[in-house]
C-alpha cells in the first residue's frame, strides 16, 4: 500500500499548493511534484509484483488440490480394483469405487471453486486498487497541465504506447 500513500501525500501537496490569484490554479515546485510522481511510478511494479504473488498462490493451491483429487481417484480405482476382484462381492465393489470417484471428483471441482473465487476476489480488489490509482493520477496531471497553461485533461491517445514499468 505504498502506493496509496505516495498518492495520498501529493493529493495533499496539491491541497496545500499555494493558489494563484483569482483562478482555480495553484503553484508548486516542479521538482518535488516530479520527485513524488516518479515515487509512485517505482511503487507500481511492487504492486504488481503483489498481484503476480497472488496469482502463484492460487496455482500452487491449484496443483495441490489436483494432486488431491488425483490421489483421491487413485485410491479410490485401487479400491475398486481390490473389491472386484473378490468374485463374491464384485457388484457392491463397482458401486462404493463409483461414489469414491465421485465423491473425490466433487471434492475436486469444490476446490478449485473456491480457489477461483479468492483469486478473482484478489485480483477484482487489486483491480480497484490501480483504478483509483490511475484516476489519480490522472486528476494530478490534469492539475499540473492547469497549472502550466495548458487546456484540458489528460487522455491517452490510442496511438501512445504503454510506459515501460
Known amino acids: 500500500m505504498e502506493l496509496l500513500s505516495r498518492l495520498a501525500s501529493l493529493a495533499q501537496a496539491v491541497e496545500q499548493a499555494r493558489s494563484v490569484p483569482m483562478s482555480s ?7 518535488e511534484l516530479l520527485s513524488a510522481l516518479a515515487g509512485m511510478r517505482d511503487a507500481i511494479p511492487v504492486e504488481i509484483a503483489k498481484a503476480q504473488q497472488v496469482i502463484d498462490e492460487r496455482e500452487h493451491i491449484v496443483a495441490a488440490g489436483r ?12 479400491e475398486r480394483q481390490r473389491l472386484t476382484s473378490m468374485h ?66 489528460f487522455e491517452p491517445q490510442p496511438q501512445e504506447k504503454p510506459l515501460p514499468f
Open 25 to 31: 490554479n495553484c503553484m508548486m515546485h516542479r521538482g
Open 67 to 78: 494432486t488431491e483429487a488425483e490421489r483421491i481417484v487413485a485410491e479410490g480405482a485401487a
Open 88 to 153: 463374491e462381492i464384485t457388484l457392491a465393489a463397482e458401486q462404493e469405487a463409483a461414489r469414491i470417484v465421485e465423491q473425490a471428483q466433487a471434492e475436486a471441482q469444490r476446490l478449485r471453486d473456491e480457489v477461483e473465487e479468492y483469486v478473482d476476489t484478489s485480483l477484482a480488489n487489486f483491480e480497484q486498487l490501480l483504478g483509483r490509482t490511475i484516476d489519480t493520477v490522472r486528476l494530478g496531471r490534469n492539475r499540473m497541465n492547469a497549472v502550466v497553461g495548458l487546456e484540458g485533461g
